[in-house]
C-alpha cells in the first residue's frame, strides 16, 4: 500500500470514527444541520488529503483552487460570503481556510439553536455575530 493511502489511514482514525458518535444522532436533527455538518467534515477531509498529496509531492496546492472546496463552499456559503472570499480573500495567497471553516461553525451553531430554541430567538445573535465580526476584520486591518 503506498505511504499516501496509508496516511489516509489516519484521517480515518483520527477524525471520522471521532464523529462517527454524532452519526448516531444523525435521525435527531434537521436536514440543514446535517447537511452543514457532512460539508464541514468533507472540507476538513479534503483539506488533509490536499496537504497529504502537497507533502508528498513536495507542491501544496492552495485550498482556494480545489474544486471539491469550491463546491462544498458554495453549497455552505451565501452568495455575498463567497463574493467577499473571491474577492477579499483570494488575493491574498495566505488567507486562512479557516475563514471558511469559522463560517461554517457559526451556521452549525445557529441550525443547533434555531432547533433548541427557535428561530426568532437567534436572529439578532446572528446579527451582533456578523457586526462582531466586521468590527474584527476592521480591527485586524489597522
Same mark, same amino acid.
Given at each position: 500500500? %503506498?505511504?499516501?493511502?496509508?496516511? &489516509?489511514? @489516519? =484521517?480515518?482514525?483520527?477524525?471520522?470514527?471521532?464523529?462517527?458518535?454524532?452519526?448516531?444522532?444523525? %435521525?435527531?436533527?434537521?436536514?440543514? &444541520?446535517? @447537511? =452543514?455538518?457532512?460539508v464541514y467534515r468533507q472540507i476538513i477531509g479534503r483539506i488533509y488529503v490536499?496537504?497529504?498529496?502537497?507533502k508528498?509531492?513536495?507542491?501544496?496546492q492552495s485550498w482556494k483552487d480545489d474544486k471539491a472546496i469550491l463546491q462544498a463552499r458554495n453549497f455552505i456559503l451565501t452568495k455575498e460570503e463567497n463574493e467577499?472570499?473571491?474577492t477579499s480573500l483570494h488575493s491574498d495567497n495566505y488567507a486562512p481556510i479557516s475563514f471558511i471553516l469559522n463560517l461554517a461553525e457559526m451556521k452549525i451553531l445557529?441550525?443547533?439553536?434555531?432547533?433548541?430554541?427557535?428561530?426568532?430567538?437567534i436572529e439578532a445573535g446572528i446579527q451582533?455575530?456578523?457586526?462582531?465580526?466586521?468590527?474584527?476584520?476592521?480591527?485586524?486591518?489597522?
Open positions: 500500500m %503506498p505511504k499516501s493511502y496509508e496516511m &489516509l489511514g @489516519n =484521517l480515518k482514525e483520527d477524525f471520522m470514527d471521532d464523529t462517527q458518535n454524532i452519526e448516531i444522532n444523525r %435521525p435527531f436533527v434537521s436536514s440543514d &444541520l446535517w @447537511n =452543514l455538518f457532512f490536499i496537504t497529504l498529496w502537497g508528498n509531492s513536495n507542491n501544496i467577499y472570499i473571491n445557529n441550525a443547533i439553536n434555531c432547533e433548541v430554541l427557535g428561530k426568532p430567538s451582533n455575530a456578523l457586526e462582531l465580526t466586521l468590527l474584527m476584520k476592521n480591527f485586524n486591518q489597522k
